[in-house]
């Protein structure tokens, strides 16, 4: 067990460290060289857990993939609002999902699959409006697939945004203002008077998930 924490412990900090790297320099300029010597790491501590550079980027990638064991909710629209908020949380505090999401949007980075992460919100959110249509609380007319795809790419824009004016502090209040000029296009009257879209609803909903997922102890590292 101590050789398996110690494994996911160096598994990280070569993450945090091509975080960094990725971050300072862009993926195309980045060298595995100056992920070693940030992470403080030998090459074949590296080579362990990732074959190359374009795999250490992956990894880097996933890290800002969607939460799937968040709180459950009776209603299927605070679940979605939750997904956001939470995203927009971590995306202040952890440098990792911060680079993951760099990394999402960097023009250089073109033999990755940068599409991946996209993908995986929008099949999320895809779900969840799926259920929560299921559930009776989407106007008739909604088409998930579409409203997920541009929830997503609302999101991308919101938080570039908002990192570019304030390092993304001011990031719940936007995807809070985002989500209210959009719900009531989607949700049915009633469904919207009851959802919490609260610009702190992040922190805390993130906070209920990391009591209830002991693993989920070093999801986010404070910048």
């Known amino acids: 067990m101590a050789r398996q924490d110690r494994a996911i412990r160096t598994r ?6 091509a975080a960094r ?19 403080g ?14 795999e250490v980027a992956l990894g880097v990638l996933e890290a800002q993939m969607p939460i799937d064991r968040l709180p459950e909710r009776s209603s299927k629209l605070q679940k979605l609002v939750d997904h956001g908020m939470v995203m ?10 911060q680079a993951g999401v760099s990394l999402a949007l960097d023009q250089g980075a073109r ?6 992460a996209f993908r995986a ?10 259920e929560a249509r299921g559930q009776g609380e989407l106007l008739p007319h909604i ?13 991308s824009g919101v938080q570039a945004m908002s990192q570019a004016s304030c390092n993304r502090a001011d990031l719940g209040h936007r995807v809070s203002v985002l989500l ?31 009591e209830s997922s002991p693993e989920a102890a070093t999801t986010v590292t404070r910048s």
């Open 88 to 97: 927009a949380y971590r995306l202040q505090h952890d440098p990792l999902v």
């Open 12 to 17: 990280r900090s070569i993450l945090e460290a």
């Open 121 to 130: 919100w929008s099949d999320q959110l895809e779900q969840i409006l799926t």
């Open 111 to 116: 033999e990755l699959d940068r599409n991946s």
């Open 143 to 155: 088409d998930v697939t579409d409203t997920a795809e541009l929830l997503t790419g609302a999101f």
């Open 21 to 39: 790297v990725f971050g300072e320099r862009g993926y195309a300029s980045a060298t595995v060289e100056q992920i070693l010597n940030r992470a």
């Open 180 to 210: 209210r000029h959009v719900l009531p296009s989607i949700s049915t009257p009633a469904m919207l008077a009851a959802l919490d879209l609260s610009p702190e609803r992040g922190e805390r909903v993130f906070q209920e998930y990391r």
């Open 41 to 54: 790491v030998t090459r074949g501590a590296l080579y362990f857990h990732f074959s190359s550079k374009e």
